[in-house]
C-alpha cells in the first residue's frame, strides 16, 4: 500500500532524486511523505499531505547527504499525521526506518520495548522497527545484525529500507509479504517497491524474495537470507523506459492507460507463444476455477462465460477475500487460474497459497518477478506495461486477451486468432468515440445514480463499467445482469435514471433488448453500446455508442469496455475528482 524507496548516490545530492522517486510511487499511498539522510545525523523531514504541497512548506530536497531513505504513506495503523509519516526512528534518532505492509504483533512488541525504557513517537505499527534494532544495536550488533535480529520477532508483513547514522554508508532492504526489488547502476544502488520508482536511473533490478535481505553499501549489493547466507541472485533488464512509467503528455495516467490499451493488447498477443507453451505444460484437468477481486474478478467472470460455452470446462469464478470460505471441493483435477495485475494482492496471495496445496495453480499477472509469479505453478505475463492509474483499464484488456488465448490453444480453435488479431483495430474505433462520450458525461455528471445492464458475455462488461463510475466519479452505479433487475432492483429505477445498456449482437442481443425497452417504460434515460446497424436499438435509445458490426458478443468485452471506462474517467473531471488517485483506494492492496 505504501511506496518506500532508498538510494546510494555516486558524488550526488540523495534528496533531489529521493523526492523524484516517490512522486512517482504516488499512486501507491498518497496520505503522507517523508525523507530521511544521515549525515553526521539522521535528518528527516516529513508531513501529511500530498508530496507537491509537503514539499512546497518542507523543502524536501534540501535535505543534505548522498544517500537516504523515502517513503509515501496510505494509512493502516494511526491517521495520516506528521507524526506517524514515516520515516521512523528510534530513542535516539540513529536509525531510520521507512515500512510498507502491517505488523500484527505490533502491540505486544511496543509493550514489550516501553517496558524496557524506549519512547514511542507515533500510533504506527512500523515505528517497533527502528526500536527493535536500536535494542538490537545497544546490544552489540552491527545494524545489518540488528536488523536480522529484529525481522526475527516481526509477524505479519513487511518491506523495509533501513539506515543508521552510525553507519552512514549503509541501507539494508528485507521484505516478507511486501515487493522490495533493488536496483543497481555503476556506483549507484536504489531499492523500491516497485520499478517505476527508479526507472528513471536504472532498469538494472533485481527482485528480493520473502525473508531475503539486500545490503547496499560500500560492496555493492549483497543479497542475503534472513540467516544471513550469501545468495546469487541474476539481474533482470527491465525494458519498460521511464516515460512508459510518466502521463505521456497525457492529463492523466489513466486516461494515458486507456489509449494505451489497443497497443496493450498488441503486447498481450506477442505472447501467445509463451501462452501455448504453458498450455502444453498444463496436466490434465477437469474443472477450473479463477479467483481474482475487483477489476481481475470481472476478466474472470469473462472467462466463466467463455470457458463453460467454448470449452465445456465446468468453470467457478471465486472472489479472492471468499475463498478460504469455499475452497473444500478443489482438487488435484482443478486448475485454478489467478488473476492479478499486481501480483501482490493480499487475497489473491493467501487464495493462491490455499490452492497450492490442493491443486495445480497458474497466475495471470502484469508485474514481472511480483510474489503471484513466484509461487504459483504456471505463470501468463499480461505484458500491459507499468499501469499507474489506480482504476485499472489497459490491465484488464490485457487480462481479457489472455484469457482468449488460453481459450484457442485449449480448445485447439486457431481460427479464432484471426478475430483476435483485429481486436485493436476494434478498440481504436472505440476510442474514437471520446467526444461523444465526454458529451454524455456533461450531460449525466450531476446524476446519483447509474445502472449498468448485461446478459452473458456482456454481464462482466456491465459490472466492469459500474466498477469503473463507483471508483473514479463517487456515483452509485450498479451493474446487473440485465434479466435481473426485475426481481428487486427495478424499483429503483426512477424518472431520468441513466441505464447503460451493453448489447452487442449475439444470443442475448433480444433479450437484452427487452430490458432496454423495460427500463424505458419506467422513465430510464437509456445509453445502449450496441452494432451500428442495430437501427432498432438505436430508435430506442437516448444514446448510442456504435461499434462495428462484426464484433459479436463473444468478443465484445474488450472494445466495449472502452466507452464505459472513458465515460468515467470523463465524469470524473468533469466533477473536477483526481481520477488517478480516488478516495480511499490504493493501487495495490496488500492487506486482507
Ligand atoms: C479497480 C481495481 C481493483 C483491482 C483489484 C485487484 O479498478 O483496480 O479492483 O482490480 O484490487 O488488483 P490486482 O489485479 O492487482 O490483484
Same mark, same amino acid.
Given at each position: 500500500?505504501?511506496?518506500?524507496?532508498?538510494?546510494?548516490?555516486?558524488? *550526488?545530492?540523495?534528496?533531489?532524486? =529521493? &523526492?523524484?522517486?516517490?512522486?512517482?510511487?504516488? /499512486?501507491?499511498?498518497?496520505?503522507?511523505?517523508?525523507?530521511?539522510t544521515p549525515t553526521h545525523? @539522521?535528518?528527516?523531514?516529513?508531513?501529511?499531505?500530498?508530496?507537491?504541497?509537503?514539499?512546497?512548506n518542507l523543502k524536501l530536497a534540501d535535505l543534505p547527504g548522498t544517500m537516504g531513505i523515502a517513503h509515501v504513506r496510505w494509512a493502516t495503523h494511526g491517521l495520516?499525521?506528521?507524526?506517524?509519516?514515516?520515516?521512523?526512528?528510534?530513542?535516539?534518532? *540513529?536509525?531510520?526506518?521507512?515500512?510498507?505492509?502491517?505488523?500484527?504483533? /505490533?502491540?505486544? =512488541? +511496543?509493550?514489550?520495548?516501553? $517496558?524496557?525504557?524506549?519512547?514511542?513517537?507515533?500510533?504506527?505499527?512500523?515505528?517497533?522497527?527502528?526500536? =527493535?534494532?536500536?535494542?538490537?544495536?545497544?546490544?552489540?550488533?552491527? =545494524? !545489518?545484525?540488528?536488523?536480522?535480529?529484529?525481522?526475527?520477532d516481526l509477524k505479519g508483513s513487511y518491506a523495509i529500507a533501513v539506515m543508521s547514522k552510525n553507519e552512514p554508508d549503509k541501507i539494508i532492504g528485507a521484505r516478507k509479504e511486501s515487493p522490495l526489488i533493488v536496483g543497481k547502476n555503476e556506483n549507484e544502488y536504489f531499492v523500491a517497491s516497485d520499478v517505476p520508482a527508479i526507472l528513471e536511473y536504472t532498469n538494472k533490478i533485481i527482485y528480493l524474495n520473502d525473508y531475503e535481505m539486500a545490503i547496499l553499501g560500500e560492496n555493492g549489493v549483497l543479497i542475503k537470507d534472513i540467516d544471513g547466507n550469501l545468495i546469487e541472485r541474476e539481474i533482470?533488464?527491465? #525494458?519498460?523506459?521511464? $516515460?512508459?512509467? #510518466?502521463?505521456?503528455? /497525457?492529463?492523466?495516467?489513466?486516461?494515458?492507460?486507456i489509449h494505451e490499451q489497443p497497443e496493450a493488447v498488441k503486447n498481450t498477443l506477442l505472447e501467445a507463444s509463451e501462452i501455448k507453451k504453458v498450455v502444453q505444460k498444463l496436466p490434465g484437468f477437469s474443472r477450473i476455477c479463477f479467483v481474482a477481486c475487483g477489476t481481475s474478478y470481472h476478466a474472470s467472470l469473462t472467462g466463466k462465460y467463455l470457458f463453460e460455452s467454448r470449452l465445456g470446462i465446468p468453470t467457478d469464478v471465486v472472489l479472492a477475500s471468499e475463498f478460504g470460505y469455499s475452497s473444500r471441493t478443489l482438487n488435484e483435477e482443478t486448475l485454478v487460474i489467478l488473476i492479478t495485475q499486481s501480483g501482490e494482492?493480499? $487475497?489473491?496471495?493467501? %487464495? &493462491?497459497?490455499? %490452492?497450492?496445496?490442493?491443486?495445480?495453480? &497458474?497466475a495471470i499477472v502484469n508485474v514481472l518477478g511480483s510474489t503471484a509469479t513466484r509461487e504459483s505453478d504456471y505463470v501468463i505475463y499480461t505484458r500491459a506495461g507499468p499501469e499507474i492509474g489506480v482504476a485499472a483499464t489497459k490491465t484488464y484488456v490485457s487480462q481479457l486477451t489472455c484469457i482468449y488465448l488460453l481459450l484457442i490453444y485449449l480448445s485447439g480453435r486457431h481460427e479464432l486468432l484471426d478475430i483476435l488479431q483485429k481486436i485493436p483495430d476494434h478498440m481504436v474505433s472505440a476510442l474514437e468515440k471520446e467526444n461523444k462520450i465526454r458529451d454524455i458525461a456533461k450531460k449525466y455528471k450531476n446524476t446519483p445514480d447509474f445502472f449498468f445492464i448485461g446478459r452473458g458475455f456482456s454481464y462482466p462488461t456491465a459490472m466492469e463499467g459500474a466498477l469503473k463510475l463507483k471508483e473514479i466519479t463517487y456515483i452509485h452505479g450498479e451493474g446487473y445482469p440485465a434479466g435481473e433487475l426485475k426481481h428487486g432492483p427495478l424499483a429503483l429505477l426512477d424518472e431520468g435514471?441513466?441505464?447503460?445498456?451493453?448489447?452487442?449482437?449475439?444470443?442475448?442481443?433480444?433479450?437484452?433488448?427487452?430490458?432496454?425497452? !423495460?427500463? +424505458?417504460?419506467?422513465?430510464?434515460?437509456? @445509453? %445502449?453500446?450496441?452494432?451500428?446497424?442495430?437501427?432498432?436499438?438505436?430508435?430506442?435509445?437516448? !444514446?448510442?455508442?456504435?461499434?462495428?458490426?462484426?464484433?459479436? !458478443?463473444?468478443?465484445?468485452?474488450?472494445?466495449y469496455i472502452i466507452p464505459l471506462q472513458l465515460l468515467a474517467y470523463h465524469i470524473s473531471v468533469e466533477k473536477g475528482i483526481d481520477p488517478d488517485k480516488p478516495k480511499n483506494l490504493a493501487k495495490c492492496v496488500t492487506v486482507e
Open positions: 500500500m505504501c511506496g518506500i524507496v532508498g538510494c546510494i548516490l555516486n558524488n *550526488k545530492k540523495a534528496a533531489p532524486v =529521493l &523526492l523524484g522517486c516517490v512522486k512517482r510511487l504516488e /499512486y501507491r499511498g498518497y496520505d503522507s511523505v517523508g525523507i530521511a545525523k @539522521i535528518q528527516i523531514k516529513k508531513d501529511q499531505g500530498k508530496i507537491v504541497d509537503v514539499d512546497k495520516p499525521t506528521k507524526e506517524n509519516a514515516h520515516p521512523h526512528t528510534d530513542c535516539e534518532n *540513529k536509525i531510520a526506518v521507512v515500512h510498507n505492509g502491517i505488523i500484527e504483533n /505490533y502491540k505486544t =512488541l +511496543k509493550e514489550q520495548l516501553e $517496558d524496557e525504557g524506549h519512547v514511542f513517537k507515533s500510533e504506527t505499527d512500523t515505528e517497533v522497527i527502528p526500536h =527493535l534494532i536500536e535494542k538490537y544495536m545497544d546490544a552489540g550488533e552491527d =545494524l !545489518e545484525n540488528a536488523t536480522r535480529h529484529a525481522l526475527t533482470e533488464v527491465i #525494458e519498460w523506459t521511464p $516515460d512508459m512509467a #510518466e502521463k505521456g503528455g /497525457y492529463d492523466h495516467f489513466m486516461i494515458k492507460e494482492t493480499a $487475497d489473491t496471495l493467501k %487464495a &493462491l497459497r490455499i %490452492a497450492n496445496k490442493k491443486a495445480k495453480t &497458474l435514471v441513466p441505464v447503460v445498456a451493453v448489447a452487442p449482437p449475439g444470443k442475448s442481443h433480444d433479450k437484452t433488448f427487452g430490458n432496454v425497452e !423495460e427500463v +424505458k417504460a419506467r422513465g430510464a434515460q437509456v @445509453i %445502449a453500446l450496441g452494432s451500428r446497424s442495430d437501427e432498432i436499438l438505436k430508435s430506442e435509445a437516448h !444514446e448510442m455508442i456504435e461499434f462495428e458490426d462484426e464484433i459479436d !458478443e463473444m468478443f465484445s468485452p474488450i472494445p
